[in-house]
C-alpha cells in the first residue's frame, strides 16, 4: 500500500472565475450600468420583483422574459436594518471603528427590498419607515457595486 501525504496551508486562497446571471439578473446589471432601476411583475398576482426573477413565488408561474418589465424610481422605504462593527466586504473577521448600518429598502412600486448599507446616517438617526434613496457610484460597470448605498431623502 502506498503512503499518501497530505499537506495543508493556512490563508486565503485567490480564485478568479466568471459567471453567467442568466437573462434576467443580465438585464438587471445592464440597467443599472445605466443607474436606472428595472423590475418584473408577475402576470397573475401583479407582485413586482426587483431584481427581477423568472418564477413568482407566490403564484409559481414562470413570468415572461419578453414582456411584464417595470421601471422603477430609485426611492423606497426602509423596511428593516442591522448595525454592526464588523466588516461586511471582507472576508475576516476584522472590526470598524464606525459601525456599518446594513438595511432592506423597498423600493416604491415593487413588493420586494434590496440589501444595500445605509449611508450618511448614525445609529441613532436610523428609523424603519424612513424613505431613502439610491447613491449611485460615479463609474458604473453593470454588476450589484454600481449601488453605492442608500442615503435619506
Known amino acids: 500500500m502506498d503512503e499518501k501525504v497530505i499537506v495543508t496551508n493556512k490563508g486565503l486562497v485567490k480564485a478568479e472565475f466568471a459567471f453567467w446571471v442568466g437573462i434576467f439578473l443580465d438585464k438587471f446589471y445592464d440597467n443599472l450600468e445605466n443607474k436606472k432601476l428595472i423590475g418584473n411583475e408577475c402576470p397573475k398576482c401583479g407582485d413586482v420583483f426587483v431584481p427581477p426573477r423568472k418564477i413568482c413565488g407566490k403564484c409559481n408561474i414562470v413570468i415572461p422574459f419578453e414582456e411584464n418589465w417595470v ?3 430609485e426611492t423606497g422605504e426602509l423596511m428593516n436594518y442591522t ?3 464588523h466588516k461586511i466586504n471582507d472576508r475576516s473577521d476584522r472590526k470598524v471603528k464606525k ?3 446594513i438595511g432592506i429598502v ?3 412600486g415593487s413588493s420586494t427590498g434590496l440589501v444595500y448599507r445605509l449611508l450618511d446616517l448614525e445609529p441613532e438617526e436610523v428609523k424603519i419607515g424612513m424613505k431613502m434613496k439610491i447613491q449611485w457610484e460615479d463609474n458604473t460597470k453593470g454588476d450589484p457595486s ?3 448605498g442608500f442615503i435619506k431623502v
Open 83 to 85: 448595525i454592526t462593527y
Open 99 to 101: 459601525p456599518q448600518i
Open 71 to 73: 421601471d422603477l424610481p
Open 146 to 148: 454600481d449601488i453605492k
Open 106 to 108: 423597498k423600493i416604491d
